[in-house]
């Protein structure tokens, strides 16, 4: 029982501290550290310290992620967002609330490049909420559709959030991977048609519309994005047919976009050095947060905390739906305060136990939990996407009307997350059909 409240304690010094603005790897390796060694004394604790760190960056499976960062950072680089926006704009600018919908479908390709979130809300902010401004959009439309469409990187594949809750769930990445798709595109449909709705209903909230475009212009505008569907089919495809392994996938996706890049005119070394600079510093952030996982997680181990949440909530198995609400309240309370890096590592040593006892699957576990992770992107006090948008424009747009814009979105999240919970057949169906 002491153990238990010793693992209490633990976890709430780490939201203490992360609070306090203590770095989250920081704050979840020390009090780890600590807690390991009033469990089992300062030998065992040194010996634990000294072997996480390689035991978990030799991983074959994690190599995938500096590779995805790299294919991202290189695609970002080259240009390819501005040529996904106008061909984007010239083919919906006509739909009611086109350029919102644009930023939108936009925002879904070139996440699936990019993998990042924050990285598709900031590229988007400075290309679309200009534009929209000028037409005459609300502005509150305008930023909130900016920065709610940048969580579909959080979802569509390759998405580094997917591949570090697969390895530590351990199910397969490739398969996680898949599980994204569908989920993906049921929030940028619903997206899509919240905006459709809301713009006819009130013409002043978008009333610039595209002038037309012919049928040839609208073919041109798609040759510069020709990479897009010849990158995300080879990583996907190659996966799909069982051709390659995600983290070959990964090596093939950099391959891919470096001959783009040089085809479209766009390769430089400069390219090649700033992608390998800003891929090796997003990946130190994200595996030292994940060392620092790695050892509070043995720590709640050693309290036992897990499992006797684990053996609380088996209770749960008639009533799954209260099981999952409780796991979701847990989320959009974390993401409140936390990054999304941060609310992974910190909550999946206690829920994944929790979920194994009542023989959930995890790969559609993994979708909500994602999901919940991209709601918290959106809610206030951190919600860091509008904080990026709001960084990319400076003083146009007050942060007050960014949060007012998400919320419209948010209200979308409700009915998809309805959805995906009361249908899992739609984060499994794709990766139970092609076996993998």
């Known amino acids: 029982m002491e153990g238990l409240w010793i693992g209490m304690a633990g976890f709430g010094v780490v939201l203490l501290l ?35 760190p390689f035991e978990f960056t030799a991983s074959w499976s994690l190599s995938a992620i500096p590779l995805f960062l790299l294919m991202g950072s290189v695609i970002q680089r080259s240009g390819l967002a501005g040529h996904i926006y106008t061909a984007a704009r010239i083919w919906m600018g006509r739909l009611p609330g086109g350029l919102a919908v644009a930023t939108n479908v936009a925002s879904a390709g070139f996440a699936a490049m990019s993998g990042s979130s924050m990285a598709t809300s900031a590229a988007m902010a400075r290309l679309a909420v200009p534009e929209m401004l000028r037409a005459g959009y609300d502005r509150k439309l305008a930023t909130g559709c900016v920065a709610s469409a940048g969580t579909l990187g959080a979802l569509i594949p390759p998405s580094i959030l997917m591949i570090l809750y697969a390895i530590f769930a351990e199910v397969s990445i490739a398969k996680m991977l898949v599980a994204g798709i569908l989920p993906g595109l049921l929030t940028l449909a619903v997206y899509v048609a919240m905006i459709m709705l809301r713009s006819h209903r009130d013409p002043t909230l978008a009333p610039g519309m595209v002038a037309r475009a012919s049928l040839r212009e609208k073919f041109a505008s798609l040759a510069p994005v020709w990479p897009l569907p010849l990158i995300f089919f ?203």
């Open 234 to 436: 080879g990583v996907l495809g190659g996966i799909y047919g069982g051709i390659v392994t995600a983290t070959e996938a990964a090596a093939l996706g950099v391959l891919l976009s470096l001959f783009a890049a040089l085809l479209a005119g766009g390769f430089s070394w400069d390219l090649v050095r700033g992608a390998l600079i800003e891929t090796l510093g997003s990946t130190a952030r994200i595996f030292f947060v994940a060392m620092g996982a790695i050892i509070f997680t043995k720590f709640l181990a050693l309290t036992g905390i897990s499992t006797t949440l684990a053996r609380s909530f088996s209770g749960f198995a008639d009533n799954y739906l209260l099981l999952v609400l409780a796991a979701s309240l847990l989320f959009l309370v974390l993401g409140m305060f936390l990054d999304p890096l941060g609310v992974m590592l910190i909550s999946l040593p206690i829920i994944l136990p929790v979920f194994k006892a009542v023989d959930a699957d995890l790969i559609w576990l993994g979708v909500i939990v994602v999901k919940y992770i991209e709601i918290g992107l959106l809610t206030p006090p951190v919600g860091l996407n509008v904080y990026v948008v709001k960084s990319a424009l400076g003083g146009d747009v007050p942060l007050g009307d960014i949060f007012r814009g998400v919320t419209w979105f948010l209200a979308c999240e409700v009915i998809i997350m309805a959805l995906l919970i009361g249908f899992p057949e739609i984060s499994l169906v794709l990766a139970n059909r092609l076996g993998l």
């Open 18 to 52: 992360v609070a306090l603005q203590f770095p989250v790897g920081v704050a979840l390796g020390l009090v780890g550290a600590v807690g390991i060694y009033l469990q089992i004394g300062y030998r065992p604790m040194v010996g634990i310290l000294e072997s996480t």
